[in-house]
């Protein structure tokens, strides 16, 4: 069923979120909960902000695209945490905050006496989100991380690529915005244990926990067999056909899990007798004589052009497609049927769009409500809804405490 054109319910509407994040992870979590309506209060340093405004290029009227990928949703509040006044400012704001998410080394907060201890001190309901490299504990807990680095640490790059081959990246962040979904999840269910507790919790996540975590069916391999996992290129090694096939004018991919879909990929390419080949006809011979099935198949779609192979297998009732790029994905009829690329009015950023939610309630999507934020734009408006006159504001404003 098609996705309404209307928002969702802001399910957290009345939540309020401090974010201390930057980069991707913890900004991607925030970006979460700003979608699902609370509010979310990004605390960046004055004059100069999240990093990842100045990721460039590419960028988007002069500010880094990853940044705006994932900071929709949000107010950006200038305050420098280096200066005490700094610091009471976000001591005062967690008073009445439900969330506070931090991606800071381990320690570094605490040593400015903004650790959840002190925190849940003056607020015991603040649910308190604590996302760093490798963890809390452990002889690498001060080490900074970023998203290739842990993709290596956690065996992903050793499985990814092919084997004659130097190890690859997976391309998207998968490390990063992983950790902000687990992070996501964990303040959710934190805030649905204070319903009834009335008492908040501290949350902790973690990118190196996130890459074993995707690394589970290859540690299960190497747990239950002693297997190994190798780069296979687009490969599957459990099941076949579950790879890409050349065709006249590039490449497909065809997937393949049980004996029925095999049955329907041999009809599409005039094989049928494929499917019945004692080599052939379970997915154990398959996976076993893979080599050769792969070369069967190829000399059927290497026939055809990538369409004309897609549209044989759709007929067919066969899993196939075409290997997209990005300006494909962004004009593909079947993604902007179901609106996955929406207009976000922003002042700063003429015809401005972000990627939707892949997720709806009830049919509904998630609301959209504000651009990624000029840096600094909401300061003074928070500052005076947390309680500081005009005047003050001014002050901290000569004192360069925010921006």
């Not at 605390?43 to 990093?51: A, I, L, T």
Request: proline share 6%; with cysteine; net charge neutral.
């Amino acid at each position: 069923m098609r996705r309404k054109n209307h928002s969702m319910p802001d399910i957290l509407k009345g939540v309020t979120v401090l974010d201390l994040t930057q980069n991707i992870a913890g900004p991607f979590c925030t970006q979460l909960l700003g979608d699902f309506g609370a509010e979310v209060l990004k605390v960046e340093r004055p004059g100069s902000g999240d990093d990842a405004r100045k990721w460039t290029p590419p960028a988007w009227h002069g500010v880094g695209t990853a940044f705006l990928a994932v900071n929709r949703n949000k107010k950006s509040v200038g305050v420098d945490l280096n200066a005490p006044e700094g610091r009471e400012i976000i001591r005062r704001l967690a008073d009445k905050a439900d969330v506070l998410v931090h991606s800071t080394r381990p320690g570094s907060l605490e040593s400015r006496g903004l650790g959840y201890d002190d925190l849940k001190a003056g607020n015991p309901g603040l649910v308190y989100c604590a996302i760093s490299a490798f963890g809390e504990s452990g002889p690498l807990v001060r080490d900074p991380g970023y998203d290739p680095l842990i993709q290596a640490f956690t065996g992903i790059m050793s499985v990814t690529g092919h084997p004659d081959r130097p190890p690859a990246r997976v391309g998207v962040s998968i490390i990063d915005m992983g950790t902000g979904l687990w992070a996501f999840s964990g303040v959710l269910a934190a805030l649905y244990r204070r319903r009834e507790t009335g008492l908040g919790g501290k949350v902790a996540a973690s990118l190196m926990e996130t890459g074993v975590n995707w690394m589970s069916i290859f540690l299960a391999h190497y747990m239950g067999a002693g297997h190994i996992g190798a780069r296979m290129g687009d490969v599957t090694p459990m099941t076949s056909p579950y790879e890409s096939f050349k065709t006249q004018d590039g490449a497909v991919l065809i997937t393949a899990a049980n004996e029925k879909l095999f049955a329907n990929v041999c009809r599409a390419l005039g094989v049928p007798e494929l499917a019945q080949d004692s080599r052939f006809n379970s997915n154990s011979q398959r996976v076993l004589n893979r080599p050769e099935l792969h070369a069967l198949l190829e000399a059927r779609t290497s026939r055809v052009t990538s369409d004309e192979c897609v549209a044989l297998m759709r007929q067919a009732g066969a899993p196939c497609s075409t290997i997209n790029t990005v300006d494909a994905v962004y004009r593909n009829e079947q993604v902007n049927a179901m609106g996955m690329i929406r207009p976000l009015a922003a002042p700063d950023l003429p015809d401005f769009k972000t990627v939707d939610l892949p997720v709806s309630i009830d049919d509904e999507k998630a609301s959209l409500r504000l651009p990624p934020p000029v840096l600094g734009f909401h300061t003074d408006a928070v500052l005076v809804g947390a309680g500081y006159t005009m005047q003050e504001v001014a002050a901290l404003r000569a004192a360069k405490v925010i921006g």
